[in-house]
């Protein structure tokens, strides 16, 4: 009776440290390639955005990509954030957004009408803040407004501000809004943008 109890305790301390490694591992996989993607890259983005706004934000993060060449964070992409948000770990998905933001450059925050009932979006805002991570604000279309506390830092109201904003940060050249040059629309942000 005694070793059958002493298993009993013995299995259940090697799954209880099974679990906590592997979420270690989880949390130290993710820094990880967070890690990474820094060293690869001169510049990642944060996207942080209302769930609402994610076809736009995806969208926006596949142009970044793809168009300009910098390396983005959305978090639709990021599997251990998809897994404790799943889990319904709070912690971890505080602990991973922390992370995200401190490895990334620059936030980029989406404002439509709809952020103004986002808690994540100020949250991950002042992360930023706090780490001293240049921060921009990007109207999307019908948007009213931008919110007072995102008009201290850069706003871009329009397509072309965006754009400008963003092959700059990959030129490397200072970041401040080039508006007398000759500027053409990029399809993939048609309807998105104003």
């Avoid at 993710?30 to 510049?43: D, F, G, P, T, V």
């Avoid at 505080?94 to 404002?111: D, P, Q, R």
């Avoid at 808690?119 to 991570?133: H, L, M, Q, S, T």
Wanted: charged share 30%; aromatic share 10%; hydrophobic share 35%.
């Amino acid at each position: 009776m005694g070793v059958i109890y002493m298993a009993k305790i013995i299995n259940l301390k090697s799954e209880y440290e099974e679990r906590a490694y592997s979420a270690r591992a989880d949390e130290l996989i993710s820094e990880s390639a967070l890690k990474e993607i820094k060293s690869n890259e001169e510049h990642c983005v944060f996207i942080s955005h209302k769930s609402d706004d994610k076809e736009e934000a995806r969208k926006i993060a596949n142009y970044l990509k793809n168009d300009i060449g910098v390396d983005i964070y959305l978090d639709e992409f990021d599997y251990f954030l998809n897994q404790a948000t799943g889990n319904g770990d709070s912690e971890k998905v505080v602990k991973i957004i922390k992370n995200a933001i401190g490895t990334s450059t620059h936030l980029l925050s989406l404002v439509s009408s709809k952020t103004k009932m986002s808690w994540w979006v100020p949250y991950e805002i002042g992360i930023a803040d706090e780490k001293n991570r240049d921060i921009a604000s990007l109207k999307l279309a019908k948007a009213e407004g931008i919110p007072e506390f995102l008009e201290i830092k850069t706003c871009l109201q329009d397509e072309r501000e965006f754009v400008n904003y963003y092959e700059k940060l990959k030129s490397g050249r200072t970041l401040f809004l080039e508006t007398n040059r000759n500027f053409q629309y990029k399809a993939e942000l048609n309807n998105i943008l104003d």
